[in-house]
Nanobody, 118 residues
């Protein structure tokens, strides 16, 4: 299973970006898809998850919106009112099952860099 993320870039504070991530491969079922981010010198942190319930980090609530296109196995992250502290590598992930295998797997995409200038 592969994840391809896109949509990062450079934006001024207050601006918007939309990230997308497509999962491909022999996926039987997806439990959740979401986004983490990692800023320079900091630990990776969860940003948003679209499992049974949608969850957001406190720091992005009201500004970021996660959505999924289940027919295409794509997850989006709409980011508005961006702040310099949102600058980070953003990584998408998927929790999935393969055909004929009961256990769940975690897959990660490559990071897409978001830089917010002040």
């Amino acid at each position: 299973v592969q994840l391809q993320a896109s949509g990062g870039g450079l934006v001024q504070a207050g601006g918007s970006l939309r990230l997308s991530c497509a999962a491909s491969g022999p996926i039987y079922e997806i439990n959740s898809m979401g986004w983490y981010r990692q800023a320079p010198g900091k630990k990776r942190e969860s940003v948003a998850d679209s499992g049974d319930t949608i969850e957001y980090a406190e720091s992005v609530k009201g500004r970021f919106t996660i959505s999924r296109d289940e027919s295409k196995n794509v997850v989006y992250l709409e980011m508005n009112s961006l702040k310099p502290e949102d600058t980070a590598d953003y990584f998408c992930y998927v929790k999935y099952r393969l055909y004929g295998i009961r256990r769940w797997f975690d897959g990660w995409g490559q990071g897409t860099l978001v830089t917010v200038s002040s």
